[in-house]
């Protein structure tokens, strides 16, 4: 079941966060399952070292929350790697 809920919410936040990012005409479907899967990852792990806040993972507004922040983040740096602002 946990699996399940990593794509509902990586595909959520990945879809956010290419709207708030400008990229969403660039990337399908699964493009935003897997940034917004990474994202969540990349997110989680900044909360946990900055903030020393805990996530649970599951399907909540905080982990939503976390996982959008993390996952523009990524499309930011991806963005920035391509020479693209």
Same mark, same amino acid.
């Given at each position: 079941?946990?699996?399940?809920?990593?794509? &509902?919410?990586? @595909?959520?936040? *990945? +879809?956010? =966060? #290419?709207?708030?990012?400008?990229?969403?005409?660039?990337? !399908?479907?699964?493009?935003?399952?897997?940034?917004?899967? &990474?994202?969540? @990852?990349?997110? *989680? +792990?900044? =909360? #946990?070292?900055?903030?020393?806040?805990?996530?649970?993972? !599951?399907?909540?507004?905080?982990?939503?929350?976390?996982? &959008?922040?993390?996952?523009?983040?990524?499309?930011?740096?991806?963005?920035?790697?391509?020479?693209?602002?």
């Amino acid at each position: 079941m946990g699996f399940i809920i990593w794509i &509902i919410v990586g @595909a959520l936040s *990945g +879809w956010i =966060a #290419s709207k708030i990012m400008g990229t969403d005409e660039q990337m !399908g479907a699964l493009a935003n399952i897997v940034v917004g899967v &990474i994202g969540s @990852a990349v997110g *989680g +792990w900044l =909360a #946990s070292v900055l903030l020393n806040a805990q996530t649970d993972g !599951g399907l909540n507004i905080p982990s939503i929350l976390v996982a &959008i922040v993390g996952s523009c983040l990524l499309l930011f740096i991806v963005n920035m790697i391509k020479g693209r602002n």
